[in-house]
């Protein structure tokens, strides 16, 4: 395959886009095609935190050449090819180039000479070009620990805030660093905000929450004090205050499924506020959207309703079916507490028919998560809330097979409501079998959500104790150790 037509020179500061791998991405959306390439570093024992916005940057041509890492994922997903053939340019052509923007320089002294880059930000450093041994070790260090270290250290000397890779999430702060004075911001604090985004996002796809939320806080300070720092560039400070929306509502996401509902109510409401002195109808559609789901679980499904309908109301303006779909879906769950199966069942179709128009390029990062796999999670749940229990047992089983297995936490919480489904259903040697599963995952998960939904499954079972596989798991359950 040649690669010219793809990746050749362009002029400074005008990337040329590399069609060679846009074609190779075919029908998939950058988001599915992002999973794709995960699943392609897992089987050659490589981890790299690739996403929708990184597939978007190699298409644009931002990317000339990919670091060793994603490097060795990509020869490995198209056997027989070279980098040129996927539309890449040679290392040697950009290895050490200088490539600060105006954006990035600071403002009254000069800039000291940045890394190249044409190279992304990998699991194993910003703009990496050394070879380098990659143990077990080195893996957990960059990919699990690096989340703030990496996101919150700004190239230009002004450390908003790090990290250190204490406990098996390595999310441990120096939170008096979000104090320090900070310079005017550029385009690398808002891309560092960008990736702090998404390495949390990653690290609760995996672990669940619980674990998560405390050490979260500092950096959405340190994203607080950027915004007041005040940027030189409208486009900057839109990206600054786009980032720290979507940081609030993550944020935000760790205290909901935590079970610190006033915490999660507060940071959307943070976010919310932040869309709309922008307007940024993108953010505010991701808000109410989390705000919806979070006044379903909080027992106000009216508030869900209308929250779910302000989201898709604001959404309509984005052109992604899928985010409407979603959006269907948590109007859904609030007709569902409200114990309207008629709206819940319209609310249902609806989700389901713009679920099947498929992915697009319109489709926001943060929705890389909904598939087919969470769309069956929630319609479950949806059955589950009008008392359905066998549909919301289909639906969950479906939705545990169906989940790519990177999403840990999803898995386990698919299964718990398919355990909670068949025990309310009248089957409990099945039930214990699915808790049983849970309490395998429990050891990677640190979930509220999920150990509260299983708590409930045991209360369920309690008196089925004699059935098939029921004592073991209710004995396992009550020695299993509980959230603080």
């Known amino acids: 395959m040649a690669s010219s037509k793809g990746s050749a020179s362009a002029p400074a500061g005008r990337p040329r886009p590399n069609l060679v791998f846009r074609r190779l991405r075919g029908r998939r959306s950058p988001a599915e095609f992002a999973a794709a390439v995960r699943r392609a570093a897992r089987e050659i024992g490589e981890r790299v935190s690739c996403d929708a916005r990184y597939i978007g940057r190699v298409e644009a041509g931002e990317i000339r050449c990919p670091n060793y890492a994603y490097e060795r994922v990509f020869l490995h997903m198209f056997p027989g090819r070279t980098l040129a053939d996927l539309g890449f340019v040679p290392r040697s052509s950009v290895r050490g180039r200088g490539a600060r923007t105006a954006e990035d320089a600071p403002l009254a002294r000069p800039a000291a000479p940045a890394p190249a880059a044409d190279e992304t930000r990998s699991a194993f450093g910003p703009y990496d070009t050394q070879d380098r041994k990659h143990t077990p070790e080195h893996h957990e260090n960059h990919e699990e620990s690096d989340v703030l270290r990496r996101g919150f250290m700004t190239g230009g000397g002004a450390t908003v805030a790090a990290a250190s890779l204490v406990g098996p999430l390595g999310l441990a702060l120096d939170a008096a660093a979000a104090e320090r004075p900070v310079r005017r911001p550029g385009a690398s604090d808002a891309g560092a905000l960008e990736e702090a985004v998404r390495r949390i996002r990653l690290l609760d796809d995996r672990h669940g929450a619980d674990g998560l939320y405390r050490r979260a ?111 269907a879906l948590r109007e859904a769950g609030g007709w569902a507490g409200l114990a309207d199966r008629t709206g819940c069942e319209q609310a249902l179709a609806r ?16 929705m890389s998560f909904y598939g087919e796999a969470e ?110």
């Open 217 to 327: 806080a500092a950096p959405l300070r340190a994203a607080y004090a950027l915004l007041d720092a005040g940027a030189t560039r409208q486009a900057t400070a839109d990206r600054l205050h786009s980032g720290a929306g979507e940081l609030a509502i993550s944020v935000g996401w760790l205290a909901h499924d935590s079970g610190r509902f006033d915490d999660a109510r507060s940071h959307y409401a943070e976010a919310l506020a932040t869309a709309r002195m922008t307007g940024d109808d993108a953010l505010e559609a991701h808000a109410f959207c989390n705000m919806a789901f979070l006044a379903r679980d909080a027992g106000r499904p009216r508030e869900a309703v209308r929250a779910a309908q302000a989201a898709q109301r604001v959404a309509r303006s984005l052109g992604s079916h899928r985010l409407m779909s979603l959006l």
């Open 351 to 366: 989700a389901q028919a713009l679920h099947d128009r498929g992915p697009s390029d319109a489709d926001p990062e943060w």
């Open 375 to 484: 769309l069956q999670g929630l319609e479950a749940q949806c059955w589950s809330a009008l008392g359905d229990w066998p549909r919301a047992a289909r639906h969950a089983r479906r939705a545990a097979h169906l989940q790519d297995p990177h999403f840990t936490r999803n898995i386990a919480l698919y299964t718990a409501e398919l355990a909670d489904d068949l025990a309310r259903g009248g089957r409990p040697d099945e039930a214990a079998a699915a808790g049983m599963r849970v309490l395998d995952l429990l050891g990677q998960v640190q979930s509220s959500r999920v150990q509260t939904m299983l708590a409930g499954t045991a209360r369920v079972l309690l008196p089925h104790r004699r059935a098939s596989g029921v004592s073991p798991f209710l004995d396992r359950h009550a020695a299993s150790p509980r959230p603080t």
